[in-house]
């Protein structure tokens, strides 16, 4: 009997697998090249919308560590206009890391329950809103207040769209995927601190500073994008045939087109079922996931490359002002930018490779993560005579960055969706990006500006802070090497445990299932095509 009634070359037969290999490898070519066709198809509707809104989020979320050297030699820089000691400066960006680990549980529960394009929509608004606020900030307090209901509000987006990619895609091919929209965050790393520069210049224009100029554009274009992705981005795929009901608020929110149709939407449905079925849950099996001793390892992954990662982007320009004290403001906003797109670049080649071989997870991520070592090594004991050296040793730090977010992301998608469902992915995905973002609240709370004594001006500045990293990340390598060594010994069988599980895990054998039982390899790329 076939899987589905229909097509049964595109999801198998089962009754008599013996007699179906018979040709099978024949069949796979055609089959895997038209389901590909189909999941281009998703990216066209789901990347580019994700691209921008993640890169206005993080241009939003990271803007306030260029502020900070914005316009010094006038005297409008942020410490400056409000008075700020390091410490408040410390607290201010720890607390968005408090309210974020705080919310982002709750939030992408949230998601599983609503609409997921409402609710990532809502989140983007939000994040327009309150960013544009920071141009009115004119004290400490402000400030603190702003940055701890930015992290209330951009709870959930990260692990959400994580989450939303799995409605779309088996999870071994979603490390591209979360590649591809996590680049937004490096180019705007890079763009905004090039834009920076301009913004420097517009300072004095119409009353406000640089900084105030910058915080209110980035949000009104945020704003502008939430309303956008009303209309855009598509809502949970629905089986082929049915209807999707609209009740409550959603009956004067904007329809949106099902992102398939016809024959290609049967073909997903066949190849990912598991997603039109998904098991309903409780608050017991959210207690199984939080249980699950996987989840912690994915969690230490994340907090090391996390706290190196926000520690670079925020402090970037501090780090690079250690190296050689004489550059201008302008000159720090130029040399900040280059570290982003050497991870950009390592995010585009690490992870397709790393889709491709998805049961090496765990070498791609501490290859990455001995690369990041090297270069903070670098950066801290390159001599200063050499200060080009010590800039080497950051780019290097943001090649190794690039892919190991990605990579813990789409691991937990893989062991959680098979594990736990749909709960098990967004409870995973919430917990391992927000109690991994603790690692940002050590890094901005406790290192650089926020250690007085590793702060001083001298040869040794932030050698300290830049040690500490290289510990965090040792723990990251050796938390991967617990969770392969844990699963080659206890193995990653569906929980029997969670509500409507069956005695078997047939539900989830569906086509894209049985294909992520085998590695793609190298195999059918564009050079192999004439082959």
Not at 235 to 262: N, Q, Y
Not at 326 to 334: A, N, R, V
């Amino acid at each position: 009997m076939a899987d589905i009634d229909g097509d049964d070359k595109i999801v198998g037969l089962r009754e008599h697998p013996e007699e179906n290999r018979v040709g099978e490898a024949a069949q796979d070519d055609v089959d895997i090249a038209r389901i590909e066709k189909v999941y281009r198809k998703i990216d066209r509707r789901i990347i580019p919308a994700f691209w921008s809104l993640y890169f206005l989020c993080s241009a939003i979320r990271s803007n306030i560590g260029l502020a900070q050297t914005m316009n010094t030699a006038s005297g409008h820089n942020l410490m400056q206009r409000l008075n700020l000691t390091a410490k408040q400066t410390s607290t201010a960006l720890a607390l968005f890391y408090v309210a974020y680990v705080v919310f982002n549980l709750p939030s992408s529960l949230v998601m599983t329950r609503l609409s997921p394009r409402v609710w990532m929509a809502r989140i983007v608004f939000a994040v327009g809103l309150i960013g544009a606020c920071f141009a009115a900030v004119q004290a400490a307090w402000s400030l603190l207040f702003l940055r701890f209901l930015l992290g209330v509000v951009i709870a959930g987006l990260w692990p959400g769209m994580s989450y939303y990619l799995t409605l779309f895609y088996p999870p071994s091919r979603t490390g591209q995927r979360i590649g591809y929209y996590f680049t937004a965050s490096q180019v705007s790393a890079a763009v905004v601190g090039l834009v920076s520069a301009g913004f420097q210049k517009m300072d004095g224009l119409g009353g406000l500073v640089g900084f105030q100029w910058m915080f209110l554009l980035w949000g009104l274009c945020a704003i502008v994008l939430g309303v956008i992705l009303l209309w855009w981005l598509p809502d949970r795929p629905l089986p082929p045939g049915e209807t999707r009901v609209r009740t409550g608020l959603l009956k004067w929110l904007p329809a949106v087109p099902p992102i398939l149709k016809g024959e290609d939407a049967e073909i997903h449905y066949r190849d990912l079922t598991r997603v039109y079925h998904p098991r309903p849950w409780n608050l017991k099996d959210l207690l199984h996931v939080l249980i699950d001793w996987r989840l912690w390892p994915l969690v230490i992954m994340y907090f090391g490359v996390v706290g190196v990662g926000f520690g670079v982007q925020l402090y970037g320009t501090v780090i690079i002002s250690g190296i050689d004290p004489t550059f201008s403001g302008i000159t720090l906003s130029l040399l900040f930018a280059p570290i982003w797109i050497m991870d950009l670049i390592a995010i585009l080649i690490v992870t397709p490779i790393s889709d491709r071989f998805h049961h090496h997870r765990a070498l791609f991520f501490s290859a990455a993560v001995c690369i990041q070592i090297a270069g903070l090594l670098t950066t801290t004991f390159a001599p200063r005579s050499q200060p080009w050296a010590r800039y080497g040793g950051l780019l290097m730090v943001g090649f190794g960055l690039g892919p190991t977010v990605p990579i813990c992301m789409t691991w937990g998608n893989e062991i959680f969706q098979r594990r736990h469902g749909e709960v098990g992915v967004a409870a995973a995905a919430a917990l391992i990006s927000g109690l991994g973002n603790l690692g940002t609240v050590v890094t901005t709370y406790a290192l650089y500006t926020g250690w007085p004594e590793d702060a001083k001006r001298g040869p040794h500045r932030y050698r300290k802070s830049n040690l500490t990293m290289i510990a965090i990340l040792c723990l990251s390598i050796l938390s991967s090497v617990v969770m392969t060594v844990g699963l080659k010994i206890a193995g990653n069988k569906p929980s029997k445990k969670i509500s409507g599980s069956s005695d078997t895990d047939d539900e989830f054998q569906d086509g894209a299932a049985r294909r992520e039982l085998h590695q793609r390899g190298f195999g059918k790329m564009w050079w192999s095509k004439s082959n």
